[in-house]
């Protein structure tokens, strides 16, 4: 499985990203999706994921500014980042996994990131 995001840039506070990630390699529909960042010094943590019943999950802190979705139809996850902080600074990963989950071990695939910087 291979995974290739993209979208990923400089924007000013306030200012919104979306963030895509192209599944290749085996049947998109048979993973749940994940999206993490990792910030400078800080281990990687959970931002997103959905679920095998199309559920959408998210980290506490950032609920009701971003937003995941899929369509199946180009095998491709996004998250849609709005209002973003300077602390949303960090490199974005997207994975994939046999369950939702917002740990990072919980995913077998992975892709090579994208960096976000909000300043």
């Known amino acids: 499985v291979q995974l290739v995001e993209s979208g990923g840039g400089s924007v000013q506070t306030g200012g919104s990203l979306r963030l895509s990630c192209e599944v290749s390699g085996s049947r998109y529909n048979r993973y749940c999706m994940g999206w993490f960042r990792q910030r400078q010094g800080n281990e990687r943590e959970g931002v997103a994921a959905t679920g095998a019943d199309g559920s959408r999950h998210y980290a506490d802190s950032l609920k009701g500014r971003f937003t995941i979705s899929q369509d199946n139809a180009k095998n491709t996850v996004y998250l849609q980042m709005n209002s973003l902080e300077p602390e949303d600074t960090a490199m974005y990963y997207c994975?994939?996994?046999?369950?939702?989950?917002?740990?990072?071990?919980?995913?077998?695939?992975w892709g090579q990131g994208t960096q976000v910087t909000v300043s």
């Open positions: 994975a994939a996994g046999s369950g939702w989950s917002l740990l990072p071990h919980r995913y077998n695939f």
